[in-house]
């Protein structure tokens, strides 16, 4: 009988909570089979080394993020920068896996810090985000709903980078109330932008 896709994705969704809480290196194949409860032989179908799926794991990372997540505030009507504070008010919990479970916001910084070919798989991805910020920026511009001497490539950066600061200040331990401080700074600088 042929692995289900079922278990394809629970293998992934294991092996992306094990890694964002144990770290790639200090989770074993055994771990994520033991947790998720798919045998040695599906897990080798669908993924033939670790790394491979450390892809799947940033891969779905993303998907979780687009879908459920914060960036999914980008598929809106919404004024560009109500899509901007609405991503602000769902961090550090950006997403939840298929079990209900809050998907960590260390899982990029952790598998980044393992391997350059992570780094890249994880930057085209923040870079396709941070495109299609800077595209509803430029519109939101075009429109007259933001502030003339707002750089939308720039603006997307800075957001992208502030957000991420704000939710590896929770893989970092820090206080509730630095993140909570970051957040009121950014929203209020955001609705200064706005027209």
Request: proline share 3%.
């Amino acid at each position: 009988m042929l692995p289900s896709q079922e278990s394809k994705t629970r293998l992934v969704q294991t092996a992306l909570k094990l890694f964002a809480a144990r770290g790639y290196h200090n989770t074993g194949i055994a771990d994520i089979l033991r947790e998720s409860g798919i045998n040695r032989g599906t897990l080798y179908y669908y993924f033939p080394s670790k790394k491979e799926l450390g892809f799947a794991v940033i891969d779905e990372q993303v998907r979780l993020v687009a879908e459920r997540g914060s960036a999914r505030h980008l598929r809106t009507d919404a004024h560009p920068i109500d899509m901007m504070l609405d991503m602000i008010d769902e961090l550090p919990g950006i997403a939840k896996l298929e079990t209900g479970e809050a998907l960590t916001p260390s899982i990029a910084a952790r598998l980044g810090a393992v391997d350059s070919d992570f780094r890249d798989r994880l930057s085209a991805a923040y870079g396709a985000m941070i495109d299609e910020l800077e595209v509803i920026l430029r519109r939101g511009a075009a429109q007259g709903q933001i502030a003339d001497s707002v750089d939308p490539c720039a603006l997307a950066y800075l957001f992208t980078v502030i957000c991420e600061g704000i939710m590896f200040t929770s893989l970092m331990g820090l206080r509730e109330a630095v993140r909570e401080e970051s957040r009121r700074w950014m929203k209020e600088y955001l609705n200064s932008l706005r027209r």
